[in-house]
């Protein structure tokens, strides 16, 4: 019997789809979240820690105090981070147009990697008048998760090519022909598909993210384990993995997550 050849899924993807497999792919480092008596302190020494692990964009979430408390959250990070690193700032859908338009007002005055998720996933019209109050990149559609609501973004998001982020899942896309349908419409509509970061900081979108040339992945260093992550051994570096040539998506070289699926597979 032939010796049975297991490649990365990020390898065997380049090659279905005639592109060069790229081992380096861009990651930022999530976090950010609203804890019960989280100060400033933790806040930064989170945001520190990113940059002492490798990461150079950093998120956090925006929406859960007022547009002051907000902005002094925000003003206390980027001075923690300085020159290391660029912020990028969530509001996880939780506006109306006019709330997303005053946090926009005051978001211009900073220099942010983005502007992510300020309404409803399916109100188009609020994303694409935010346009006309927010200059600096936006990002969004997580939550979309069919290649028709994607287009519908495209079509009456208001979103730019030359600068926003679209964050469609790649797992949660229907699966993956369905998000590779997605990309085709991106095609289609002239988008290039390094302005797709997914959503989801597990190394199944990680692999489509390396493996279709997106523009990169997001990553939860500190939560959601031990889902997310890294194989073990993995560093980023100027905000950047190198994938290891290991079979499939090289869950079985985290060792936290391969301990619970042999538990599971008893």
């Not at 982020?165 to 949660?172: K, N, R, S």
Request: hydrophobic letters at 40%.
């Amino acid at each position: 019997m032939a010796a049975v050849s297991c490649k990365p899924l990020f390898r065997l993807l380049a090659e279905r789809h005639g592109l060069t497999a790229d081992p380096d792919i861009f990651v930022y480092a999530a976090g950010g979240y609203y804890y019960p008596g989280k100060d400033d302190t933790a806040l930064c020494a989170e945001m520190r820690s990113y940059l002492e692990r490798g990461y150079r964009v950093v998120k956090m979430k925006i929406g859960g105090e007022s547009i002051a408390e907000d902005r002094r959250r925000i003003e206390v990070v980027l001075r923690e981070i300085g020159a290391h690193a660029r912020l990028a700032v969530d509001a996880n859908g939780r506006f109306d147009l006019q709330m997303a338009i005053d946090y926009a007002r005051m978001l211009r005055d900073y220099d942010l990697f983005w502007y992510e998720e300020a309404g409803d996933p399916l109100d188009y019209q609020l994303q694409a008048a935010l346009s006309e109050f927010y200059p600096g990149p936006m990002g969004t559609g997580e939550n979309l998760f069919s290649h028709q609501d994607a287009r519908n973004l495209i079509r009456h998001g208001g979103m730019r090519p030359d600068r926003d982020w679209l964050q469609f899942d790649c797992a949660l896309s229907y699966g993956l022909c369905e998000y590779q349908r997605t990309l085709a419409m991106l095609k289609a509509h002239g988008w290039s598909w390094k302005r797709c970061i997914p959503h989801g900081g597990h190394q199944m979108s990680l692999n489509i993210a390396a493996g279709l040339g997106l523009g990169g992945n997001e990553s939860y260093p500190d939560v959601f384990q031990p889902y997310g992550g890294f194989p073990d051994g993995t560093q980023v570096r100027d905000s950047i993995v190198t994938l290891p040539d290991l079979p499939g998506i090289g869950f079985e070289a985290k060792s936290d997550l391969y301990a619970i699926m042999r538990e599971l597979g008893a």
